[in-house]
């Protein structure tokens, strides 16, 4: 088992960056893949990002595609989500997620999450 932990988020103009990790303890976090999702108010808890449990394999939306960037370093049990050229459309509660199913755009393959951080990106 393992429990996530983000931090991060807060309010940023539109064109700016914020970086956001996700701090895991508990054992093999190493064999986790590691997913992004994002809630917009009303909305559903939609894929973001992901990355392989080795960080050779990554994953975007393509609502994210060029802009956002993640990363993890195993000895550190971290993952990272690097968000440039930040749009008020980008404005969500972003939460981190760990699986050990290859699905990982399938918000229903996590059994692990953090109680997310919020990103709120003024125009």
């Known amino acids: 088992q393992v429990q996530l932990v983000e931090s991060g988020g807060g309010l940023v103009q539109a064109g700016g960056s914020l970086r956001l990790s996700c701090a895991a303890s508990g054992r093999a976090f190493s064999t986790y893949l590691m997913g992004w999702f994002r809630q917009a108010p009303g909305k559903e808890r939609d894929f973001v990002a992901a990355?392989?449990?080795?960080?050779?394999?990554?994953y975007y939306a393509d609502s994210v595609m060029g802009r956002f960037t993640i990363s993890r370093d195993n000895a550190k049990k971290t993952v990272y989500l690097q968000m440039n050229s930040l749009k008020p459309e980008d404005t969500a509660a972003y939460y981190c997620?760990?699986?050990?199913?290859?699905?990982?755009?399938?918000?229903?393959?996590?059994?692990?999450w953090g109680q997310g951080t919020q990103v709120t990106v003024s125009s």
């Open positions: 990355i392989s449990s080795s960080g050779a394999a990554l």
């Open positions: 997620a760990g699986t050990t199913d290859g699905r990982v755009r399938e918000r229903g393959v996590y059994p692990y």
